[in-house]
Every structure is written in C-alpha cells, then in structure tokens.
C-alpha cells in the first residue's frame, strides 16, 4: 500500500511536467515552420535583406543566400561571410529597413504638413477688403 501511494504522488509531482515538455516541442515545431514559411516568403519576393534573431540571443545582419527543407544560408554584411542555420536554431527573422506600416505613416505625416503649410499662407496671405471698402 504504501508503495502504490508513493507511486501515485511520484505521478502527480511528474504530470505536469511531461505536459510542459510536450508543449515545448510543439512550440519549437510551429515556430520552425513559421521561420521557414517566413524565409520562403522573403525569397519569393526578392526582400532577402534579414535581421535574424537565434535562440541563444546572438543577432545576424545580411541577405537570404539559399534555403532548403532543414536550412537556410545568411550571408553577413559586415564579413561577407556565409553562416548557415537551422530552422530550429531561429527565434526571428525580420526584414531591413521600414515596414508597410511605416512607410504610410510617413506619407500621411508628410501629406499633414504640407496641407498644414498650404492652410497657414492661404490665411495669412487672404485679405477680403484687399481692394478696400466702396459704396455703389
């Protein structure tokens, strides 16, 4: 008996456990596929210029060389050097430079202040008795 209630709290203290390994390994799966599908994309729309973030906290700067079914080639900007990695080994993978969002927010800001210019002369230049006040 008291071997099987030894067991039993063996079992409970090791359950939640085995649960947490299990959801790590999907998430490392899916986080995998998404890199990969990510790097796919990139090279499908020639936007190759990458930031890539590992697992292990390092930081990658250059250009999407090749990529196959387990990994993908970078080479470095700054030492032309090719590195290649696994899919698994990434945390993130983030293209150089503006977004989309960025790029229309810059537009409208820039839009703004020019209609906001064009509004300031047209007040400070507008004079309704301009040709002075006359009686008919």
Do not use: C, W
Request: glycine share 8%.
């Amino acid at each position: 008996m008291k071997l099987q209630s030894l067991a039993l709290a063996a079992l409970l203290v090791i359950a939640p456990f085995v649960q947490i390994a299990k959801s790590q390994a999907q998430t490392d799966a899916g986080n995998a596929a998404r890199i990969k599908s990510e790097v796919a994309k990139r090279i499908a729309n020639k936007k190759t210029h990458v930031n890539v973030v590992l697992l292990n906290g390092d930081k990658l700067r250059g250009r999407i060389e090749e990529a196959d079914d387990d990994s993908f080639a970078v080479r470095q900007d700054k030492t032309n050097q090719k590195i290649e990695l696994s899919y698994t080994d990434v945390s993130k993978v983030k293209g150089q430079g503006l977004g989309t969002g960025a790029k229309i927010g810059l537009i409208v800001g820039a839009a703004a202040v020019v209609l906001a210019v064009v509004v300031v002369v047209a007040i400070k230049n507008f004079d309704p008795f301009e040709g002075g006040i006359t009686a008919r």
